[in-house]
């Protein structure tokens, strides 16, 4: 109804109304304006809102003040009425039909587990400096992961195969796919025989997808070919995800945001106390039409424990 009043200029305020306790309804107004009833006063002009900053395309200031990136945050142009519709961008529709092909293929199961960073954080905060200086590139927690992700596969093939009607296909190389966000959507270009790299490998394949993938420099080969996946949603603040499997993957880990809490810690003769740890969450969504739970499980805890041992050479 206000609405329409705005529509012909109608002071509600002014209409008979005909409605449950003298409410006005629509048809009021409808008559009202029928009898040419004249329209209301313009409002008084005001002085005019300051304009907020725009953010800067593809962002949006989070709670805790980091810009996020990655996803659509709102439409491109101004409204003109109570809706503005827009088509889904190539990119998204890509994103949607993979999407819903992956949920309606594959049965997923998740499975989450905790593990202690803490030896990983400190090795990163001694070499960061040094493995920029002599690499020109930044040592982030991703080659830690990838390079756990390797070890699991080696020892559970099976987390690293696909289906092929009934068949099983195992790979020969292990091609991990790393999800990338950019302003206008998700993108998971490959590290290629990521079996055959060491962290610095690792390290310097992800730094050249990822800055690629943001400058639209990627070629068709780099986002295919992939055994399994990895996603990273805890820059942002997240725990942790349960993530859609990149088909025709059978699984894919989601790592959580690294959080410094006080846990209980066991000792080597079994004595337990206190202690502040750099905790994170890992959580992988499987295909269990070809991964059972227990196989998962195993998988996972192989990468937890290469992660918690800190079993990595830099070199």
């Known amino acids: 109804m206000r609405r329409i009043a705005a529509e012909h200029g109608v002071d509600l305020a002014a209409v008979p109304g005909t409605g449950i306790q003298g409410r006005v309804t629509k048809e009021d ?49 101004a409204f003109t009425g109570d809706e503005l519709r827009e088509p889904l961008s190539i990119m998204r529709q890509k994103i949607a039909e993979h999407m ?20 990983v954080v400190a090795l990163r905060a001694r070499q960061a400096a040094a493995f920029a200086a002599q690499h020109g590139i930044k040592l982030t927690y991703t080659p830690f992961f990838l390079a756990a992700v390797v070890e699991g596969l080696k020892a559970f093939p099976i987390v690293n195969a696909r289906l092929d009607g009934n068949d ?105 106390s206190l202690g502040i740890r750099d905790m994170i969450y890992l959580a992988l969504s499987f295909d269990h039409r070809l991964v059972d739970g227990a196989t998962a499980d195993q998988f996972m805890a192989g990468v937890k424990a290469t992660l918690e041992t800190c079993a990595f050479e830099l070199g």
């Open 29 to 77: 107004i409808l008559a009202y304006v029928a009898k040419g009833a004249a329209p209301a006063a313009a409002p008084a002009a005001t002085a005019p809102a300051v304009p907020r900053p725009a953010p800067a395309p593809g962002t949006v200031a989070g709670r805790s003040g980091l810009p996020l990136s990655g996803a659509t945050l709102g439409p491109a142009g």
């Open 100 to 119: 819903v092909l992956s949920r309606h293929t594959s049965p997923h199961v998740h499975t989450v587990f905790e593990a202690d960073l803490s030896c």
């Open 168 to 272: 099983i296909v195992y790979h020969r190389h292990i091609n991990i796919g790393v999800a990338v966000a950019l302003p206008h959507g998700l993108i998971v270009p490959v590290v290629k025989h990521a079996e055959e790299l060491s962290l610095i490998g690792l390290q310097r394949a992800v730094t050249d997808l990822a800055t690629r993938a943001r400058n639209k420099q990627l070629k068709p080969e780099d986002v295919q070919g992939s055994t399994f996946s990895v996603t990273n949603p805890g820059p942002y603040g997240g725990l942790y995800g349960l993530p859609i499997i990149n088909q025709p993957n059978v699984a894919i880990l989601s790592t959580g945001g690294i959080q410094r809490r006080p846990v209980v810690v066991t000792d080597e003769e079994g004595r337990e």
